[in-house]
């Protein structure tokens, strides 16, 4: 439609979106129907008809949160681009590569075999690659290229974990995979190298450190939306999320790698977390500062996970959905002030809450929620990871992570002190707030971080609880937990 209706293209895909995030809200409600990963999943839908064997779509409690998260983030950046990208041509290109990646991570989500989900993880990262690079400049090009060649290196590890499996089992779907490693089908040392390969090129698309040189570059360098749905969005679905499904349905971390696998997941944390809390600390460019501080905030679900506890996988899973809200929003208020001032330099600005109260709003709620300052959602995912990891045993990491949770407090308190505060220079008085249709969606997932704390004790530890049961089988109670019932499968048999 470019050529005839050039005007439709936002206003398609708000539609498109708009309807997603009903359909995912609707399922939700409904509870989610789709079979359960422990008991291998069916290829039949409601209906009875199978589809081609191999290929499998799955929804259940966990797929059907991450599709929410993806559907509220999308929702938000294209309204917030709808004047936003008013300064950059091709505008149609530009919706139809973010449809492209809104669908690759749907699919990423909802695949239930190891191809399909590298299928779709592929889908999802060619359209952010043309995205970091559409503003075509210099810097621009120079950051999808980094991003492209060490995307390509992840896609190619994944793809050879996928051969190993499938030349040792000739299976591709997840549930039955994980059956048949753990009925020792897949030789150990055969496992180890599927295991690590998985590692490095999920851990690459979810940006843990030492993998993550392409995300300091590529999130400055994008337009802001495509920065929110990179930080907010992607590295959680092609990374955590994929991370997830991988080490607890097809590997197995109560198998014979469990262990190594645990202790790699905790350092690989500590060090995210570390690393990315100081680097973000030193950097004047706030674009940048953000994007070190998501490699910080993943290294808080990497050692959630590698506890290898059911409290530990809610944690992490509550926390990355956590990140995608308030990260989300950072970054949209750092495209809005970069309009507002011209410049992304913290030390060249400030006072910026006397000319823009709105986008202030948005920041300080997003800013205190990513601080962990209760009642945030941030607190309480926080305050579960360092409760899961105490009670694992782990009171070391346990230490750095209340540490880094200090730090990252330091970091958003200077933020707000030299961007939001203090006096306001000369060359910026007299300039206004963005248009509400760029500041409504800041602050509408600020809103969200405060009513994600508030409402956990009366609703979101139902759905947290129910995701990390899709994966886990261990929950105290030996039942799914709130409203969706446990799935049977094919044999009758309670999974």
Not at 65 to 91: Q, W
Not at 101 to 124: K, S, T
Not at 256 to 285: E, F, I, K, R, Y
Not at 333 to 340: D, K, N, Q, T
């Amino acid at each position: 439609l470019k050529r005839f209706a050039p005007a439709s293209a936002p206003w398609l895909t708000l539609v498109a979106v708009v309807a997603l995030l009903g359909l995912a809200i609707g399922g939700l409600v409904d509870g989610a129907t789709g079979a359960t990963v422990a008991g291998g999943w069916s290829l039949e839908t409601s209906a009875g008809v199978s589809f081609l064997p191999g290929i499998a779509l799955v929804y259940d409690s966990l797929s059907a949160l991450f599709l929410l998260l993806v559907a509220l983030v999308s929702t938000a950046v294209l309204l917030f681009g709808l004047r936003y990208m008013d300064a950059y041509d091709g505008k149609p290109l530009y919706y139809a590569l973010l449809s492209l990646l809104i669908a690759g991570m749907n699919g990423a989500v909802l695949a239930g075999d190891v191809f399909n989900l590298y299928v779709f993880i592929e889908v999802a990262s060619i359209a952010s690659y043309a995205l970091v690079a559409f503003g075509t400049g210099g810097r621009e090009i120079e950051a999808a290229f980094k991003y492209l060649m060490l995307g390509a290196v992840a896609s190619s590890a994944i793809l050879l974990g996928i051969g190993l499996l499938y030349a040792s089992t000739g299976l591709l779907n997840m549930g039955d995979l994980g059956a048949a490693i753990a009925a020792g089908q897949v030789p150990e040392t055969t496992l180890l190298a599927v295991a690590t390969l998985f590692l490095a090129g999920l851990g690459l698309k979810a940006a843990m450190m030492p993998f993550h040189a392409w995300l300091p570059d590529a999130h400055p360098s994008a337009p802001a939306p495509i920065s929110a749905m990179l930080s907010g969005l992607l590295i959680k679905t092609l990374g955590i999320y994929a991370l997830v499904r991988i080490l607890y349905v097809v590997i197995g971390m109560d198998g014979a790698l469990g262990a190594p696998l645990q202790t790699l997941l905790l350092v690989l944390g500590c060090v995210s977390m570390v690393g990315g809390v100081l680097l973000a600390l030193g950097q004047t460019d706030l674009k940048r500062l953000l994007a070190y501080s998501s490699i910080s905030q993943m290294g808080f679900v990497l050692v959630a996970l590698g506890t290898n506890t059911w409290l530990g996988v809610a944690a992490g899973i509550y926390h990355a959905l956590n990140h995608a809200l308030f990260k989300s929003a950072l970054f949209l208020c750092a495209g809005s002030l970069e309009r507002i001032t011209g410049t992304r330099d913290i030390t060249r600005m400030g006072g910026i809450a006397r000319i823009a109260p709105a986008t202030t709003v948005g920041a300080i709620g997003a800013s205190l929620s990513i601080a962990g300052v209760p009642p945030f959602n941030g607190f309480w995912s926080k305050l579960l990871i360092l409760i899961a990891l105490f009670s694992a045993g782990l009171p070391i990491v346990g230490a750095i992570a209340a540490a880094t949770a200090v730090l990252t407090l330091v970091t958003f308190v200077k933020v707000q002190h030299k961007v939001l505060f203090g006096a306001l220079p000369d060359r910026l008085k007299g300039l206004k707030d963005v248009p509400a249709s760029m500041s409504l969606p800041v602050v509408a997932l600020a809103l969200l971080c405060l009513l994600g704390g508030l409402l956990w004790p009366v609703g979101v530890q139902d759905l947290v609880e129910n995701a990390a049961a899709s994966v886990r089988t261990d929950h105290p109670t030996n039942e799914a937990p709130g409203r969706y019932r446990r799935m049977v499968n094919a044999e009758g048999r309670q999974p």
